[in-house]
């Protein structure tokens, strides 16, 4: 036993990569590869795929998200003052809800649908690229509020993928003007601590410094923020959880469900694939969600790009 | 009906037509994809966090195993990995900690009291009630005999240093409670709540 000696600083004089560390709470998008790694991702699953025609129209879009946010870049300009006003009091700093939209929202849209008008598209998606023409900017401004604060009619649900989009390119572009250091888990652990918005899924990472730990991918800004593994991110439970994977594929896309509250997350391991993307492989298994719902469970909240009518959601 | 990006969904073919995907004209590739999954069945593990039973250091562990623990479903483990949320071990875990598995299911491994009487040179088998009477008997005649109520001074002491015991590593805080309460009340003083080992 060590006595009568100097104390132990406490600071590791070891090699770098050795030692546990915890993981990063907040990783906050590129908006200059964000979205072309989805368009590449989407491309490549695209091929032989059931779904291909909408996959390579969904690669499209994302294709078309990547030129405005690296052209355009339409964002907000918080002030760092706001920014820590909203941390300090636990809220996300650009609540999708409450959020003042900067007006070059429209102009990221409008760009957004000149360069997805020029692939091929189904008579229904052109439709829906000249409703949102016709529309002025308060309509447009209607739409995106009964996007992002529910209350949309199924029959925008066409026009409301482009604004998704070009929502998307614009909280990302938002989100990657802060600092990760200035920002905070939310209480709520299963929304975004930038935006406040349900993630698309959750990839275990494979790679960096904390392999095998879980980021949540949100569905609007891209931020991944950090989420303890084996815990429902809806109620919090761990007594009835479980994995579901389709029988005989090689286990790149799980789906967490929980027994308490009946609902389920996607999980993606990074291990089995390393390059796999969280938003295009979550429109790829869309399979594993007809399974997983035919089971019985409710996914925890969907793809902005893939929105489902639900008898129980309240119109307002 | 309204469309939501907040509330729960499921996805179903009558959905899929009115989603987002249906009415952009992609309708025919959901229902290529819900005929496409139709032949396949989902498999099923159950996900569990644990402790290493190894070392005081106390290692979490993420636990997989085969069936949902319904009625008639026979669970099986089939894969442990060290928890990378825990803030001891962060995913890791060392050589005996990564063989767990095989510890789960080793042929030799004890899972009933086992008994070998003096002078006898197997061990067999015995109920929990007989291990447990032994095991109470044998205390009881050693305190009885060894214990120690008071010292030279005549202080009251009430010691008994005749039996030690270790404790299981993997115990949690109300774990160590209990056993602290039980072998101190009795007097014992050569004791560790976790074996260090």
Same mark, same amino acid.
């Given at each position: 036993?060590?006595?009568?000696?100097?104390?132990?600083?406490?600071?590791?004089?070891?090699?770098?990569?050795?030692?546990?560390?915890?993981?990063?709470?907040?990783?906050?998008?590129?908006?200059?590869?964000?979205?072309?790694?989805?368009?590449?991702?989407?491309?490549?699953?695209?091929?032989?795929?059931?779904?291909?025609?909408?996959?390579?129209?969904?690669?499209? *879009?994302?294709?078309?998200?990547?030129? @405005?946010?690296?052209?355009?870049?339409?964002?907000?300009? $918080?002030?760092?003052?706001?920014?820590?006003?909203?941390?300090?009091?636990?809220?996300?700093?650009?609540?999708?809800?409450?959020?003042?939209?900067?007006?070059?929202?429209?102009?990221?849209?409008?760009?957004?649908?000149?360069?997805?008008?020029?692939?091929?598209?189904?008579?229904?998606?052109?439709?829906?690229?000249?409703?949102?023409?016709?529309?002025?900017?308060?309509?447009?401004?209607?739409?995106?509020?009964?996007? $992002?604060?529910?209350?949309?009619?199924?029959?925008?649900?066409?026009?409301?993928?482009?604004?998704?989009?070009?929502?998307?390119?614009?909280?990302?572009?938002?989100?990657?003007? $802060?600092?990760?250091?200035?920002?905070?888990?939310?209480?709520?652990?299963?929304?975004?601590?930038?935006?406040?918005?349900?993630? @698309?899924?959750?990839?275990?990472?494979?790679?960096?410094?904390?392999?095998?730990?879980?980021? *949540?991918?949100?569905?609007?800004?891209?931020?991944?923020?950090?989420? @303890?593994?084996?815990?429902?991110?809806?109620?919090?439970?761990?007594?009835?959880?479980?994995?579901?994977?389709?029988?005989?594929?090689?286990?790149?896309?799980?789906?967490?469900?929980?027994?308490?509250?009946?609902?389920?997350?996607?999980?993606?391991?990074?291990?089995?694939?390393?390059?796999?993307?969280?938003?295009?492989?979550? *429109?790829?298994?869309?399979?594993?969600?007809?399974?997983?719902?035919?089971?019985?469970?409710?996914?925890?909240?969907?793809?902005?790009?893939?929105?489902?009518?639900?008898?129980?959601? @309240?119109?307002? | 009906?309204?469309?939501?990006?907040?509330?729960?969904?499921?996805?179903? +073919?009558?959905?899929?037509?009115?989603?987002?995907?249906?009415?952009? +004209?992609? +309708?025919?590739?959901?229902?290529?994809?819900?005929?496409?999954?139709?032949?396949?069945?989902?498999?099923?593990?159950?996900?569990?966090?644990?402790?290493?039973?190894?070392?005081?250091?106390?290692?979490?562990?993420?636990?997989?195993?085969?069936?949902?623990?319904?009625?008639?479903?026979?669970?099986?483990?089939?894969?442990?990995?060290?928890?990378?949320?825990?803030?001891?071990?962060?995913?890791?875990?060392?050589?005996?900690?990564?063989?767990?598995?095989?510890?789960?299911?080793?042929?030799?491994?004890?899972?009933?009291?086992?008994?070998?009487?003096?002078?006898?040179?197997?061990?067999?088998?015995?109920?929990?009630?007989?291990?447990?009477?032994?095991?109470?008997?044998?205390?009881?005649?050693?305190?009885?005999?060894?214990?120690?109520?008071?010292?030279?001074?005549?202080?009251?002491?009430?010691?008994?240093?005749?039996?030690?015991?270790?404790?299981?590593?993997?115990?949690?805080?109300?774990?160590?409670?209990?056993?602290?309460?039980?072998?101190?009340?009795?007097?014992?003083?050569?004791?560790?709540?976790?074996?260090?080992?």
């Amino acid at each position: 036993m060590r006595q009568f000696e100097a104390p132990p600083s406490g600071k590791w004089t070891g090699p770098n990569h050795a030692g546990v560390k915890a993981p990063e709470p907040i990783v906050l998008a590129d908006p200059a590869t964000r979205f072309a790694a989805t368009a590449k991702r989407l491309a490549k699953l695209a091929d032989g795929h059931p779904m291909e025609a909408w996959l390579r129209f969904m690669a499209a *879009l994302a294709e078309a998200q990547h030129a @405005v946010a690296t052209t355009l870049a339409p964002a907000s300009s $918080l002030n760092t003052a706001s920014v820590a006003q909203a941390v300090n009091a636990r809220l996300p700093p650009l609540a999708a809800d409450g959020h003042e939209r900067d007006p070059s929202w429209r102009e990221g849209l409008a760009s957004l649908l000149d360069h997805i008008e020029r692939s091929e598209l189904p008579p229904a998606a052109r439709d829906a690229i000249e409703q949102l023409r016709r529309s002025d900017a308060a309509a447009l401004d209607k739409l995106a509020d009964q996007f $992002l604060r529910g209350g949309l009619s199924a029959a925008d649900a066409a026009a409301a993928v482009y604004v998704a989009a070009a929502l998307q390119v614009y909280f990302t572009c938002s989100a990657a003007r $802060l600092k990760a250091d200035d920002l905070r888990l939310l209480e709520e652990r299963s929304l975004c601590p930038c935006c406040g918005s349900p993630s @698309v899924d959750g990839l275990i990472t494979a790679t960096g410094v904390t392999p095998g730990t879980r980021f *949540l991918f949100c569905s609007l800004c891209s931020t991944a923020w950090n989420h @303890v593994r084996a815990v429902c991110i809806t109620c919090g439970g761990t007594r009835r959880l479980s994995l579901h994977g389709i029988e005989g594929d090689i286990g790149v896309i799980k789906a967490e469900t929980c027994g308490d509250c009946h609902t389920y997350a996607k999980l993606i391991y990074q291990v089995q694939d390393t390059q796999v993307d969280p938003y295009a492989d979550d *429109l790829a298994s869309l399979g594993l969600d007809i399974l997983v719902t035919e089971a019985g469970y409710a996914r925890h909240a969907p793809n902005p790009l893939l929105l489902v009518g639900d008898d129980e959601a @309240v119109a307002s | 009906m309204a469309l939501t990006r907040r509330e729960f969904i499921k996805f179903t +073919g009558l959905g899929l037509a009115a989603s987002s995907l249906g009415m952009l +004209g992609f +309708g025919a590739a959901g229902e290529a994809q819900a005929a496409a999954v139709r032949p396949f069945k989902l498999t099923h593990a159950t996900e569990t966090r644990n402790t290493c039973t190894y070392c005081s250091v106390a290692c979490g562990l993420l636990i997989y195993s085969m069936g949902d623990r319904a009625k008639n479903a026979h669970s099986n483990i089939i894969h442990i990995e060290g928890d990378p949320d825990h803030p001891v071990n962060r995913g890791t875990l060392c050589p005996k900690g990564a063989a767990l598995l095989d510890v789960v299911h080793a042929p030799t491994r004890l899972k009933v009291p086992r008994y070998r009487a003096a002078g006898a040179t197997e061990f067999k088998e015995v109920s929990w009630d007989f291990a447990l009477d032994r095991i109470a008997r044998l205390m009881k005649d050693d305190r009885d005999e060894n214990f120690v109520e008071k010292n030279a001074a005549g202080t009251t002491v009430n010691r008994w240093t005749s039996v030690g015991m270790l404790a299981a590593s993997a115990s949690s805080s109300e774990t160590s409670y209990l056993t602290w309460k039980v072998v101190r009340s009795l007097g014992m003083v050569v004791f560790d709540n976790q074996a260090r080992v």
